[in-house]
Nanobody, 121 residues
Framework: QVQLVESGGGLVQAGGSLRLTCAASGITFSSNPMRWYRQAPGKQRELVAGISSTSNTNYADSVKGRFTVSRDEVKNTVYLLMNSLKPEDTGVYYC???????????????WGQGTQVTVSS
């Protein structure tokens, strides 16, 4: 059973930093790209950052240069370090893994429960 458990959210002032953690189980962690999404009130969930199984990374334009995604293969954990936080970074942050289920590439999305990040101005 795939489980993703996020932690590390909280309330921070603009300009501050937070580090989110996602602990994964039930998957072959080293083989899977991992992603962080966020959802602000009244908005659609959006991709924030991703990291491949070989630690190649990609970021939304809005967070480039401020956020860093990393992974620890020993702990089966992915991190999101968020610096220079802005009020518009406020939202619920979710960890995601897409599990391929057949040779055609169909997949199932797994999500954590989310962790709230609130940035005050």
């Amino acid at each position: 059973q795939v489980q993703l458990v996020e932690s590390g959210g909280g309330l921070v002032q603009a300009g501050g930093s937070l580090r989110l953690t996602c602990a994964a189980s039930g998957i072959t962690f080293s083989s899977n790209p991992m992603r962080w999404y966020r959802q602000a009130p009244g908005k659609q969930r959006e991709l924030v950052a991703g990291i491949s199984s070989t630690s190649n990374t990609n970021y939304a334009d809005s967070v480039k240069g401020r956020f860093t995604v990393s992974r620890d293969e020993v702990k089966n954990t992915v991190y999101l370090l968020m610096n220079s936080l802005k009020p518009e970074d406020t939202g619920v942050y979710y960890c995601n893994v897409k599990r391929i289920i057949n040779v055609e590439g169909a997949f199932v999305d797994y999500w954590g429960q989310g962790t709230q990040v609130t940035v005050s101005s």
